[in-house]
């Protein structure tokens, strides 16, 4: 540790596993606020199918980050970075410690290390490539990416059609690939940084996530996702949760096989995320129900920065 004054603790890890609760017990312990590290829920329109933090525990501790976009907005990881800086240092107005949640892996890395300078896009373009997967899927854009940019292709995010878009559309608009303006320069934060992890085995994880999205259909799943039919081109609706129903309403599957890709996709994306946070070595990893452990754990890294 650092002799930095100030600290933020990032609760990180899958969907499902817990972290929303866990955070909320840190922030009362220490009497501070929450960021919220998640791409969906800052969206006001996305709820149900986001796992948005419900109202009561909303009440227990300021977050932010949370309701704070539309879906009509461009958010991205560079916007976040900005935000979630400012709220810290907000935050750190009358507290020396923050907290952070979520399971977005690259929102949480540009918190940390910064994001590297990306191209502007002609909206033309992005507009073109997004028409073509509209029409021909995912399997195309995997094609022309790894036609395209062969490079980056094999450390891209493969089953993501956002990233792949987002991808897709620099190497076309500059004919340079991704790697090209990833630069990896880290910037330096004034304020420490300590990066907890929750895990659970994977059959227990998977069984958490099958019985949210029934959770999730009981509470009006459904309904939030037809609802949402006129913006379902937009952004922010390519995503697990919805993506999934609205091929259920337009009568390409029944409501019986949308519920089983939903949960299907959301464990597929739970390994995804547990890949990603593996391999940061900074992220100390414990079970969601040890709050008691992180926060003893805590307090001596904290007291051990003040003596040092």
Same mark, same amino acid.
């Given at each position: 540790m650092s002799d930095k004054k100030n600290i933020v603790v990032i +609760? $990180? =890890?899958?969907? %499902? +596993? =817990?972290?929303? %609760? +866990? %955070?909320?017990?840190l922030a009362k312990y220490f009497q501070t606020q929450i960021i919220s590290a998640d791409s969906r829920q800052c969206f006001n329109e996305l709820n149900i199918g986001v796992a948005k933090p419900s109202l009561d525990e909303l009440n227990l501790v300021t977050h932010h980050f949370i309701n704070s976009h539309s879906i009509h907005e461009n958010v991205n990881a560079g916007v976040f970075e900005t935000y979630a800086l400012n709220a810290a240092n907000e935050i750190f107005q009358y507290s020396d410690i923050a907290v952070m949640v979520g399971g977005t892996g690259l929102y949480i890395?540009?918190? $940390?290390? =910064?994001?590297d300078a990306m191209p502007i896009i002609d909206v033309s373009i992005r507009a073109k490539i997004k028409h073509h997967y509209d029409s021909n899927g995912l399997m195309w854009l995997q094609e022309q990416l790894q036609l395209k940019d062969p490079v980056f292709w094999h450390t891209a995010e493969q089953q993501?059609?956002?990233?792949?878009m987002r991808a897709l559309e620099i190497v076309e608009a500059t004919g340079q690939s991704n790697i090209y303006f990833r630069k990896g320069d880290k910037q330096q934060r004034n304020f420490d940084i300590i990066k907890i992890g929750l895990t659970l085995p994977r059959d227990m994880l998977y069984t958490r996530i099958n019985n949210r999205v029934d959770t999730m259909m009981e509470q009006g799943l459904l309904k939030e996702a037809e609802n949402l039919i006129p913006h379902k081109s937009l952004n922010a609706l390519q995503t697990v949760g919805y993506k999934e129903f609205f091929n259920y309403f337009d009568g390409s599957c029944t409501l019986e096989n949308a519920i089983e890709e939903l949960k299907k996709n959301t464990r597929h994306y739970a390994k995804r995320q547990m890949t990603w946070f593996k391999k940061d070595d900074a992220v100390q990893w414990f079970q969601p129900n040890e709050v008691a452990v992180i926060i003893e754990d805590l307090v001596s890294k904290m007291n051990s920065k003040i003596s040092n």
């Open positions: +609760v $990180c =890890g899958p969907t %499902a +596993v =817990g972290k929303t %609760a +866990v %955070a909320i017990e890395k540009s918190f $940390c290390e =910064g994001m993501n059609p956002h990233r792949l």
